[in-house]
T-cell receptor
Framework: KNQVEQSPQSLIILEGKNCTLQ??????????LRWYKQDTGRGPVSLTI?????NTKSNGRYTATLDADTKQSSLHITASQLSDSASYIC????????????FGTGTRLQVTL | KAGVTQTPRYLIKTRGQQVTLSCSPI?????VSWYQQTPGQGLQFLFE???????NKGNFPGRFSGRQFSNSRSEMNVSTLELGDSALYLC????????????FGQGTRLTVV
């Protein structure tokens, strides 16, 4: 069964600090992995998308890494801001015309003063 | 370019009733997917439509159904509502191709009382 597990479940950090969120998946065959940011009460917004051959991808202060061998990904947030407070969801797509997305349950990040 | 539009934003229904939710995708996107999001389960895939055909289906009971019209707009119907159906229902649209991004709407918050 395809699964995506994220850790930690929740995280509180001080503004200006860095943090790293983890994602482990067992989705096969693998197509791509996305990190989404979801503000409370709103739909998820894509931060990065990575395919099998990509190891690192950045989007501003967000940097995602992918190790396709160990089936692990991380999302690193640099110099956190209050607006980074949200849920971060790791999503993996398998291949094929009937490909599906498998979602992690997310990491709830709170950035405080 | 307008984003994905879901209506209504909020809905309160009683047990046993049925409900229809609507999703208008981004212009030009022919794929529409529906997801249920609850605090305990995270995002769960309901079904995907492409060019008016259901291309993929998640593990939900037959009370959950959907359809897509020729203009790519989609509706989701839930019959005989149960308390456990209370959730945020999200719709996402994307253009053709495995690595294309899924753009999410703001969601419909359904509360069953």
């Amino acid at each position: 069964k395809n699964q995506v597990e994220q850790s930690p479940q929740s995280l509180i950090i001080l503004e200006g600090k860095n943090c790293t969120l983890q994602c482990n998946y067992t989705v096969s065959p693998f197509s791509n992995l996305r990190w989404y940011k979801q503000d409370t009460g709103r739909g998820p917004v894509s931060l990065t998308i990575m395919t099998f051959s990509e190891n690192t991808k950045s989007n501003g202060r967000y940097t995602a890494t992918l190790d396709a061998d160990t089936k692990q990904s991380s999302l690193h947030i640099t110099a956190s801001q209050l607006s980074d407070s949200a849920s971060y969801i790791c999503v993996v797509r398998d291949t094929g015309t009937a490909s599906k997305l498998t979602f992690g349950t997310g990491t709830r990040l709170q950035v405080t003063l | 370019k307008a984003g994905v539009t879901q209506t209504p934003r909020y809905l309160i229904k009683t047990r046993g009733q049925q409900v229809t939710l609507s999703c208008s995708p981004i212009s030009g996107h022919r794929s529409v997917s529906w997801y249920q999001q609850t605090p305990g389960q995270g995002l769960q895939f309901l079904f995907e439509y492409f060019s008016e055909t259901q291309r993929n289906k998640g593990n939900f009971p037959g009370r959950f159904s959907g359809r897509q019209f020729s203009n790519s707009r989609s509706e989701m119907n839930v019959s005989t509502l149960e308390l456990g159906d209370s959730a945020l229902y999200l719709c996402a649209s994307r253009s053709q191709g495995e690595n294309t991004e899924a753009f999410f709407g703001q969601g419909t918050r359904l509360t069953v009382v």
